[in-house]
């Protein structure tokens, strides 16, 4: 199932937004003649002459730039995720809705609702978790707590929304419906509320609807605004670069450039009474390829190269640094979990007995990880779930 969700604006301003994507839509079809000799055109030129005579082809420059931004709350989980992407060379945007219950494979944490990959793993974790789940590349991680959402609402002046529901804390309303002017911590109650008989959907419209309105109040520098955050502001990006992609989102949206998705999911039964989803695979697939092509990383999409990381030495965090060496060489990184026992001496690399290629692919996840070529072995004991089992021992670095 796809969530559906809903803008703030007016139902004219989303009209008018989809009848500009199907003009550029219809101007890229008129033009995909002209765009297909350009593109051949590129490839010719951007060749550099490596000293031995040959041609070298470069690879298209990936403008778009994503960063994962989330609400964290008092005991560490996440209360709201959303993944902003924005490519100045297009000057078009998107923000990706994240369920809190979808189901994805944490380093160091296994299947967890996601909700809790940043408790489990960290600011690193969660995002790497999110980035495999989608198989998309995440540029870097943006983290509120609930008292510095409320300040940057707040220094924007409060946000004007429309409550869709009494917000209530047991007989008290703390909210009533209705268009209303919201300060920080009204709109920090109202993003992450969900009434008893509630669906996730209805969350993820109030977390849309607060992103949608912090983004058509930004200044037109942001980063005054970003420095002036109290220590509950944490960005693995720099202050300007951060900037930037927030700077070039408010121009998407003030263009109509802006559109809002949610991830897709399906509905799975969890032995009790919560909700679990799990990824849509070929919804999610179809979104990725809609809007954030630029961001798949290499390899996230061939067939043969998962690898599973089991940690054989009981040190945390093990997972988290073997994937970080996996994915940017173009293997998917399927979960990382203990090994059935502690104490390996030595990093062992496992493919699939008779598998006539499994050595070399051996050998190439043997290479990312900086192993020595005796590390690789077959086994029996591979499973189905991955191509290559990486276990690894006192000897794996890390660096």
């Keep these: ?17 989809e009848r500009r994507r199907k003009r550029r839509r219809r101007m890229s079809f008129i033009g995909a003649g002209l765009a297909l000799l350009l593109l051949a055109v590129i490839t010719v030129v951007l060749v550099t002459s490596g000293g031995d005579g040959h041609k070298t082809v470069r690879a298209p420059v ?17 209360a709201a995720s959303a993944l902003l992407a924005h490519d100045p060379a297009s000057q078009e945007g998107v923000v990706v809705l994240v369920p809190q219950q979808v189901l994805a494979n944490v380093p160091g944490g296994g299947s967890l609702p996601f909700t809790r990959a940043l408790q489990t793993a960290g600011v690193t974790g969660s995002r790497s978790a999110l980035a495999d789940l989608m198989g998309v590349t995440i540029d870097g991680s943006w983290v509120l707590d609930g008292a510095t959402m409320a300040q940057l609402v707040d220094q924007l002046g409060g946000l004007r929304l429309t409550v869709d529901a009494p917000v209530v804390s047991g007989r008290s309303v703390l909210l009533q419906p209705g268009p209303q002017q919201l300060s920080g911590a009204q709109a920090v109650l109202f993003m992450t509320y969900l009434g008893p008989k509630e669906q996730e959907q209805t969350r993820l419209t109030r977390v849309q609807a607060v992103i949608d309105a912090v983004v058509s109040v930004l200044p037109a520098k942001v980063d005054t605004l970003l420095g002036s955050l109290a220590g509950g502001s944490e960005s693995t990006l720099s202050t300007a670069n951060l900037a930037a992609l927030l700077e070039g989102l408010k121009s998407d949206d003030s263009a109509n450039n802006l559109q ?5 999911v399906i509905p799975v039964a969890a032995g009790n009474d919560d909700i679990r989803f799990r990824i849509d695979a070929a919804a999610d697939r179809s979104l990725v390829d809609d809007v954030l092509a630029q961001s798949i990383p290499p390899g996230s999409r061939t067939e043969g190269n998962r690898v599973l990381v089991l940690n054989g030495v009981g040190t945390p965090g093990l997972g988290q640094k073997v994937r970080d060496k996996l994915v940017p060489a173009g293997f998917v990184f399927v979960g990382s979990r203990n090994a059935p026992s502690f104490g390996y001496l030595t990093t062992q690399v496992l493919v699939a007995e008779g598998n006539t290629t499994g050595g070399e692919l051996g050998a190439r996840v043997a290479k990312a990880l900086g192993l020595p070529g005796s590390s690789v072995q077959s086994s029996t004991q591979i499973g189905t779930i991955a191509d290559v089992v990486v276990i690894v021992g006192k000897d794996f670095s890390g660096k």
């Design 62 to 78: 990936r403008t778009q730039r994503t960063v994962l931004l989330q609400l964290k709350a008092a005991d560490g989980t996440a």
């Design 1 to 17: 199932m796809t969530f559906e969700t809903l803008g703030t604006r007016s139902s004219r301003r989303a009209e008018e937004r």
């Design 260 to 264: 809002y998705r949610a991830l897709p």
